[in-house]
């Protein structure tokens, strides 16, 4: 069994930046990928990004390339989303997950993973 819990969310005027935190706890952190995903009202949950299990492979979403980095410490077991230059439309509840069988490469598809956060609400204002 894996627990995630997701902090830093929270109001934000357009083009600031915000850090969200994805703590992980029970099974093995460090041996599997994991992703951030977002669900705004009325839509459909949508990738943001996602990482391998050391660091070394990352894939993001178009709407987020160049704005959005993920990032991962294993010995912390907790990974991070800096969030900069946001906009209205970044405004969504944000979810971190987890594929707990699988270490290698990245996905983009929330039904490669295993495991949910309850989710962090982040409202960019304009």
């Known amino acids: 069994q894996v627990q995630l819990v997701e902090s830093g969310g929270g109001l934000v005027q357009a083009g600031g930046s915000l850090r969200l935190s994805c703590a992980a706890s029970g099974r093995t952190f460090s041996a599997a990928i994991m992703g951030w995903f977002r669900q705004a009202p009325g839509k459909e949950r949508e990738f943001v990004a996602s990482i391998n299990w050391n660091g070394g492979s990352t894939s993001y979403g178009d709407s987020v390339k160049g704005r959005f980095t993920i990032s991962r410490d294993n010995a912390k077991s907790t990974m991070y989303l800096q969030m900069n230059s946001l906009k209205p439309e970044d405004t969504a509840v944000y979810y971190c997950?987890?594929?707990?069988?699988?270490?290698?490469?990245?996905?983009?598809?929330?039904?490669?993973?295993?495991?949910w956060g309850q989710g962090t609400q982040v409202t960019v204002s304009s």
């Open positions: 997950a987890i594929n707990s069988n699988r270490a290698w490469g990245t996905s983009a598809s929330l039904y490669d993973y295993n495991y």
